[in-house]
């Protein structure tokens, strides 16, 4: 247990609130807090009442900077990202984000995902239900029989693709009595058999393929989040099949090339549907980042589905009724209803909806304030530290390596005197702010800037692994990204491009001699925003 959470107990204030949390008091409204300190709550109310929580925030680069603060509590963080529904026929979302989704929802069927992080969008969108999602799990004990095509047949139906060598999540392999088997992108079970038994099982590393912990038993639970409900054939009796579109959409179906439409067919693959929440409900609190944030980003995105909707309907094209099942604010909140919920704000705010109004009424006001110190600010951080312990406050200092901390403890022993006071601690993590709470006399500062020193990048190195993560709404004309394989060039505009009938949204990267290279707006795993971005960005005749 770090300090940040260790000083809480010692106020009435944070108690009280633990003590209501503990009885089930809903809905509970958390203002003043600054980011930071939602996910401080958030933790240490996880923490102290020992049930797990679901944070949902408003979008996805909100989401991320919560997991990267809650990572300094604890680095068993899942995250349910959004799913890319496909408005034409083909694949377009990355496996990554499939593969997460997948992760999460076993996880939190496992019950091993004690902290969870999520969108209002993925939080609105349907999925399959979990008792169809986890109808086909199966357990492998050592010295049973099987039936190795029965064990071929079911890793298939929960998703596993069978390869000559297992190098991914997802994925199975035969070869004679071994059968492999990829539970993460790391790692995998190895079933050996003496004839129909299982002689042994074993862990095995998947970069190495080398077997490690010999084990009893393994249960395999589904690789994607799209386990079939019913059988093809029943599911293709389901179907309206009077076009000629829809006939063509029928035989791909019965070939097994389904995939790309079950968004389509969306209630044709699934009677049965729920969302996250129905995931959750039973056992999670629900925190809520920014009520008023939430709202105003669920009604914009039913109105930009409206406009997608518009725009099919005037090429002539089917509307996937995965995007007509996108629920509402109003039935997100009807869904969390009957949920232990908590609203985090930064601010005292108005009543939203009736909800809200409730939580006020069982709400805790706090009073905290940003903490923020840069390279040439290492003097205020100095005198700020001794005035908190002149006003005898707990300072605790987030450093990010040994070597910072090293020169911390230098630099306040220089200050201080050689007996530091009781009341500081260094801890190795990283907080994307410091922040000073007067509720409960705490300071913590996070050195995260004050350290910074600049990396000599050999000429023409991308850090195509440091940028962050392009996101195509975001991006303006004239800006620099990275592209894994082509390098630094300029996005200059978004084009769309028809083929064989399927319209694609396409960036425009342009290189050096006008050369100009498009990608799918929906599949931007490989760019990245460029780092030395704004005044220092190549001129476009040196690019590559």
């Known amino acids: 247990m770090n300090e940040i959470i260790k000083v809480l107990p010692n106020f009435k204030k944070f108690n009280d609130y633990i003590n209501n949390v503990k009885q089930g008091t809903s809905p509970i409204m958390l203002s003043g807090l600054t980011d930071v300190a939602k996910v401080h709550f958030a933790y240490s109310t996880y923490f102290y009442s020992e049930?797990?929580?679901?944070?949902?925030?408003?979008?996805?680069?909100?989401?991320?900077?919560?997991?990267?603060?809650?990572?300094?509590?604890?680095?068993?963080?899942?995250?349910?990202?959004?799913?890319?529904?496909?408005?034409?026929?083909?694949?377009?979302?990355?496996?990554?984000?499939?593969?997460?989704?997948?992760?999460?929802?076993?996880?939190?069927?496992?019950?091993?995902?004690?902290?969870?992080v999520t969108t209002i969008e993925a939080a609105s969108q349907e999925i399959i239900a979990k008792e169809t999602l986890y109808k086909n799990i199966f357990e492998l004990k050592e010295r049973t029989e099987i039936n190795l095509e029965d064990l071929k047949i079911t890793l298939n139906e929960l998703g596993y693709e069978r390869r000559d060598l297992v190098e991914s999540t997802a994925e199975y392999s035969v070869r004679g009595g071994i059968i492999d088997i990829a539970t993460s992108a790391k790692d995998g079970v190895r079933i050996e058999l003496w004839g129909d038994e299982i002689d042994s099982i074993r862990k095995f590393d998947i970069e190495t393929q080398r077997s490690t912990d010999k084990i009893k038993k393994i249960t395999i639970y589904p690789a994607t989040e799209f386990v079939l409900e019913d059988k093809l054939e029943e599911i293709i009796k389901k179907i309206d099949g009077k076009d000629e579109r829809t006939i063509e959409d029928i035989e791909s179906i019965k070939q097994g090339d389904y995939l790309s439409k079950i968004d389509k067919y969306f209630n044709s693959f699934y009677t049965k549907k729920e969302t996250i929440i129905d995931y959750l409900k039973d056992e999670y609190l629900i925190f809520l980042d920014e009520i008023g944030k939430i709202k105003a980003r669920s009604e914009n995105i039913i109105k930009d589905n409206k406009n997608i909707i518009k725009s099919l309907i005037e090429k002539k094209r089917e509307i996937p009724e995965a995007l007509v099942n996108l629920r509402d604010y109003i039935k997100f909140m009807e869904s969390i209803k009957k949920t232990q919920t908590i609203y985090l704000e930064k601010q005292d705010i108005g009543f939203v909806d009736k909800q809200s109004?409730?939580?006020?009424?069982?709400?805790?006001?706090?009073?905290?304030?940003?903490?923020?110190?840069?390279?040439?600010?290492?003097?205020?951080?100095?005198?700020?530290?001794?005035?908190?312990?002149?006003?005898?406050?707990?300072?605790?200092?987030?450093?990010?390596?040994?070597?910072?901390?090293?020169?911390?403890?230098?630099?306040?022993?220089?200050?201080?005197?050689?007996?530091?006071?009781?009341?500081?601690?260094?801890?190795?993590?990283?907080?994307?702010?410091?922040?000073?709470?007067?509720?409960?006399?705490?300071?913590?500062?996070?050195?995260?800037?004050?350290?910074?020193?600049?990396?000599k990048r050999k000429r023409g190195s991308l850090e195509f692994k440091q940028g962050d993560t392009v996101i195509f709404s975001d991006l303006k004309a004239g800006d620099y990204v990275v592209h894994k394989t082509n390098g630094i060039g300029q996005f200059i505009g978004v084009n769309t491009i028809k083929a064989d009938g399927i319209t694609k949204d396409y960036i425009k990267i342009k290189y050096k001699d006008d050369d100009i290279l498009y990608i799918p707006t929906n599949n931007l795993d490989n760019v990245r925003k460029y780092i030395g971005g704004g005044d220092r960005a190549p001129k476009i005749n040196r690019l590559r």
């Open 357 to 455: 109004m409730h939580a006020k009424r069982n709400g805790y006001s706090f009073s905290y304030r940003e903490v923020n110190f840069f390279r040439s600010s290492m003097d205020l951080c100095i005198k700020e530290i001794q005035q908190a312990i002149s006003k005898q406050k707990t300072v605790i200092i987030v450093v990010e390596s040994k070597d910072n901390e090293k020169q911390i403890r230098n630099l306040l022993t220089e200050k201080l005197g050689d007996n530091l006071d009781a009341n500081i601690f260094i801890e190795q993590g990283e907080l994307s702010t410091g922040f000073e709470c007067f509720d409960f006399n705490l300071l913590v500062i996070s050195t995260k800037d004050l350290f910074i020193t600049p990396r």
């Open 51 to 116: 049930k797990p929580i679901c944070i949902i925030t408003y979008n996805e680069l909100q989401a991320k900077k919560i997991i990267n603060d809650l990572k300094y509590f604890n680095t068993e963080i899942a995250y349910f990202p959004r799913r890319e529904i496909l408005a034409y026929d083909y694949l377009a979302e990355s496996k990554d984000i499939s593969y997460d989704r997948i992760n999460c929802l076993n996880n939190i069927y496992t019950k091993k995902a004690r902290v969870v």
